[in-house]
């Protein structure tokens, strides 16, 4: 396998990883209602050693299940905010098809990607707060952009090693004065 190759198939391989990514947690995005019902069952029943660990998540995860309940009961329009939540990941991720594709070409859009994981986290900072999200999750916000940005440095990286190995060789050709 030339080494053209197998920088084409590691690059494709750490995106397929992000796609799956993005597109699993924009899916989870759509049943909140129901995830929260599950995560709250289950931190007062079989997890319960977990929410002993940390009593603070456990009264955040019945909080937000209020809210979110409320919300769904007397104003369901509002959780159509998180359906465009999910909607935007689904796009995003197909965005990397064109870098599986034409990485070369298209690495832009892997700069997309790390501008927006570093976007992450000055969001978190500034509206968590302003939102009454308590810190530590929004670490766990934060935490998405840290950990979404690895494999896109990844590719970036050997995107441009595949550059590099592609690139036309040309003769400079210098003109002498007259």
Not at 64 to 70: A, F, K, P, Q, S
Not at 133 to 142: A, E, G, K, N, R
């Amino acid at each position: 396998m030339s080494e053209q190759s197998a920088l084409l198939r590691r690059i494709r391989v750490w995106l397929v990883f992000f796609i799956v990514c993005l597109v699993l947690s924009g899916v989870t995005a759509f049943p909140l209602v129901t995830e929260l019902r599950l995560a709250h069952e289950a931190l007062t029943g079989w997890a319960s050693p977990v929410a002993d660990a940390f009593p603070g998540l456990l009264e955040w995860i019945a909080r937000v299940r209020e809210g979110l309940d409320t919300a769904d009961a007397r104003y369901p329009f509002l959780l159509y905010g998180t359906d465009w939540l999910a909607f935007a990941h689904l796009v995003i991720a197909v965005a990397f098809y064109g870098p599986y594709r034409d990485p070369v070409r298209n690495i832009w859009v892997v700069d997309f990607g790390v501008i927006a994981c570093a976007g992450i986290i000055p969001l978190a900072l500034i509206c968590g707060p302003i939102r009454g999200i308590p810190f530590w999750w929004s670490v766990i916000d934060m935490s998405f952009g840290v950990f979404g940005v690895i494999p896109l440095l990844a590719v970036r990286r050997h995107i441009k090693r595949l550059e590099a190995l592609t690139e036309p060789v040309t003769t400079v050709r210098r003109t002498l004065p007259v």
